[in-house]
């Protein structure tokens, strides 16, 4: 299922495992593993038990490539149930970092 409303681009429903890493402020570190909820060509949506801070910058490896990309928070949800929907964005646009098929027409980088 494909949603599209005033975003930059498509989003995907798509649960993909995930790792995400970093160092918070005060300099302790953090790690979870989780699945995406959805995902689009500028990063994704997770559910995460680490309470992160929005703008907080980490390490987000796609467990099934082993593909690490650098990313920041921009949208954290209140916790329900232990976890928050936290939104993330890659720090530069990877449209295939993802690995989908036949992604939407606004993740195709156009090529000259």
Known sequence: MIEQGRRRSA????????????T???????EEEARTLVVNAHG????LSIPLPN????TLTHKLTRKSLEC??????????GKAQVGIEFLEATPMFWQIDFPPEDWIVPTT
């Open 24 to 30: 918070l402020a005060d300099g302790n570190k953090f």
């Open 55 to 58: 703008g907080q910058k980490f």
């Open 72 to 81: 920041k928070t921009v949208f954290v949800g209140k916790p329900q149930a």
């Open 44 to 47: 994704a949506l997770l559910s």
């Open 11 to 22: 989003r995907v429903l798509l649960s993909v495992p995930v790792l995400i890493k970093g």
